[in-house]
């Protein structure tokens, strides 16, 4: 289970490290936590926080829905940095670096910073309207380019998670992690977990020693902490119960899966197994976690190709009864800060003005970004759209012209003789 | 050899354009924006994706329509924003003289200090100090900013009169965030009067002040200024001429990464302007 679980590990953390080091790709635009950072802008000024896109809500919908379902699997087999962190963890194993096991109060009353940190990131950011955590976000720091926004701080704070992840099993995920807080609602309210036959558990322990998460897993009838990872460390750890007495009788277990009957019968099922909340004596096999978690996440990347959410979204006016839309693709319009001065060209006050109601809806990217304006054709028409756009705008404020860089594909501004 | 081909093709349509690029700018230069604007058409035409020859074509042939709708419509109510917005264009091009009927017509139209500077500076840019302190000494004394006296003063000296020029230049301050046309009028009128320390600090405060875009053209104008010439062959003018800005401006980074974009993180900010 566990050299499975290892292989989904190092399958995403090599994607996301290919994709960030080799393709220059901009992996911020799939963290979950960005979703989470971009609503409240989203709602109120209708465009994603910097370097951010919709692709952010359609793969925190997943990972919550994968919550739903398995719980925080997202966080055992998939989250770059608590790959990064696990596997430091046995490295420090390994070399034999001393390990802290925190004791179980202290472990609780750590646990509950990361609501606190997730309080104060999403306050602050939400305030400023920008990424204000990433300058302390060790996950920005280790995986990144290392643009000119990256702070010593990210440095501090990244060495602090190194040299206490050799020491200590997911310091981050269990204390600080500001996903993992939000994970917590919907995992607290998943359908399936780890699930104790009491019959048949020895108490020996070994499946809460080997818990990462520090849950008393031999202590209950089913895991209904919010904090499982689904690892299935515990499962993994439970020993058969063949020598304790005879195999129990075949209980009506309705909607088994097929093996998982057969060994509880014959006396060598674990007492620990993985399985749906409502049906306790199904049996899940890991493969079926890992694949709820693929499609679920595999699905919300895919559903963001497929439904055309825009990213940038700006209103003026009120719309009037009747309105006319021109979809244009514009040159140039690669991000959020290229979006705002698009809008900016959009609401000037000069020759090119556009009067009236105007609604703008964008999807900046590399290349031709599809752009779609919705506007009052009482009071002005798609030409005028496109001067504004592509014009120079002298700002009086400055005293300074200053040249569009928008090209709108097809349109050819030569081909514009006399603009009044 | 089709390639080879292609790229002897596109290397001679580049050098084209280049040329009828460069024949629009000396055209532009000599005040002939319609027969620039033809060039620069023939510019554009022969290279599509040079993104300068575009930009230029684009705003020259605004300043034509601006020139058409100041000739067409002398009265309307966007006069003054439109002459302000044509007098800017020929300062940049270096037009003066097409820049001064339209800087004394808003002048007499509104005495604001910001009409009086644009005036002189017209002015001095044309060497008639004469005409530039009348100007500024036309304002009064609640009216005067530290831009339209360092002006002044730059005027005086320009004139001969040094020490009137001091003594301006003796109660001029500027302490604190200024923006960067006043810190740049200052460090004239500190190099104007001799003062050469202040003047070199002042104007790389100013460049620190200028966003990146802008500050080439700056930097040009202060190597060509007639106010800097004292000082040109010192080190510390060199100095301050290699002083790098300190305003975040973006510079897009293609869209695949914002992580290196200067203006990540204000955003927000430059998106309510």
């Known amino acids: 289970m566990r050299r499975n679980r290892r292989v989904v590990q190092g399958c995403f953390l090599a994607l996301v490290l290919v994709g960030v080091f080799g393709l220059h790709a901009n992996c911020e635009r799939w963290c979950p936590f960005g979703g989470v950072e971009s609503l409240y802008t989203y709602w109120t000024e209708g465009n994603m926080l910097c370097s951010l896109g919709v692709s952010n809500f359609f793969i925190l919908g997943g990972v919550l829905a994968a919550t739903l379902l398995v719980r925080r699997a997202f966080c055992g087999y998939m989250c770059p940095l608590g790959t990064i962190s696990e596997w430091l963890f046995r490295v420090g194993q390994r070399w034999q670096v001393p390990q802290v096991r925190v004791p179980v109060l202290w472990d609780r009353a750590l646990s509950m910073l990361k609501y606190g940190v997730l309080v104060v990131v999403l306050v602050l950011t939400w305030r400023a309207g920008e990424l204000i955590f990433r300058g302390f976000d060790p996950c920005y720091a280790l995986i990144s380019r290392h643009g000119e926004d990256i702070t010593w701080w990210a440095y501090v704070v990244s060495a602090l998670l190194i040299v206490a992840s050799l020491v200590l099993l997911l310091p981050f995920c269990r204390w600080l992690c500001p996903l993992a807080a939000v994970l917590n609602l919907f995992s607290r309210f998943g359908l399936s977990g780890v699930q104790r036959d009491a019959e048949h558990c020895s108490e020996c322990g070994k499946c809460a020693r080997r818990c990462p998460m520090r849950i008393p897993v031999d202590r209950v009838q089913q895991v209904t902490a919010a904090r499982c990872i689904a690892c299935l460390e515990c499962v993994a750890a439970c020993p058969v119960p063949v020598a304790r007495q005879s195999p129990p009788a075949a209980d009506p277990v309705d909607g088994c899966l097929a093996s998982a009957p057969r060994l509880a019968v014959a006396g060598v099922a674990p007492a620990l197994h993985w399985g749906p909340v409502v049906a306790r004596r199904q049996r899940w096999p890991q493969w079926l976690v890992i694949a709820i978690l693929l499609c679920c996440t595999m699905g919300a990347v895919t559903t963001s190709y497929l439904v055309p959410v825009p990213s940038f979204v700006k209103r003026r006016g009120e719309a009037p009864p009747h309105t006319e839309t021109v979809t244009l693709q514009i040159g140039d319009l690669t991000c959020r800060g290229r979006a705002n001065l698009f809008g900016y060209f959009l609401d000037r006050d000069d020759l090119f003005a556009i009067p009236g109601y105007l609604h703008v809806a964008a999807w900046p990217g590399p290349g031709w970004a599809d752009v779609q304006i919705t506007f009052d054709p009482t009071q002005t028409d798609r030409e005028a759209l496109k001067h504004a756009i592509t014009e120079p705008y002298f700002e009086t404020e400055d005293n300074y012209w200053r040249p569009s860089p928008f090209q709108i594909q097809g349109y050819d501004p030569l081909e514009i003789p006399d603009l009044d | ?273």
């Open chain 2, 1 to 273: 050899m089709a390639m080879l081909w292609l790229s002897a093709a596109s290397v001679w349509a580049g050098s084209d354009a280049g040329t009828a690029f460069s024949e629009g700018e000396k055209l532009l230069a000599g005040g002939d924006l319609r027969a620039a604007l033809k060039q620069y058409v023939a510019a554009v035409k022969l290279d599509r994706t040079n993104q300068e020859y575009l930009q230029q074509y684009m705003l020259v042939r605004r300043a034509v329509a601006l020139q058409d709708t100041l000739a067409r419509e002398p009265n309307s109510p966007q006069w003054e924003q439109t002459a302000v917005a044509l007098r800017s264009f020929y300062s940049a091009a270096g037009l003066h003289a097409q820049a001064l009927p339209l800087d004394r017509k808003l002048f007499e139209r509104s005495k604001t200090p910001d009409n009086a500077i644009q005036l002189a500076e017209t002015h001095l840019s044309l060497d008639q100090s004469d005409e530039a302190v009348a100007v500024l000494s036309s304002l009064n004394a609640a009216q005067g900013t530290s831009a339209s006296q360092a002006l002044r003063a730059v005027a005086l000296a320009r004139q001969g009169q040094v020490d009137a020029a001091r003594q301006i230049a003796s109660q001029v301050r500027v302490s604190g965030p200024s923006d960067p046309g006043t810190l740049y009028m200052v460090a004239r009128m500190y190099a104007a009067v001799g003062d050469v320390e202040p003047a070199m600090a002042t104007l790389t405060r100013c460049f620190e002040a200028v966003p990146p875009s802008r500050l080439d053209l700056l930097k040009s104008h202060a190597r060509q200024c007639p106010d800097f010439s004292s000082v040109a062959s010192r080190a510390s003018f060199t100095a301050a001429l290699r002083t790098e800005s300190k305003v975040s401006e973006s510079k897009c980074s293609g869209g695949s990464s914002c992580s290196s974009c200067p203006m990540r993180g204000n955003c927000a900010r430059s998106a309510s302007k």
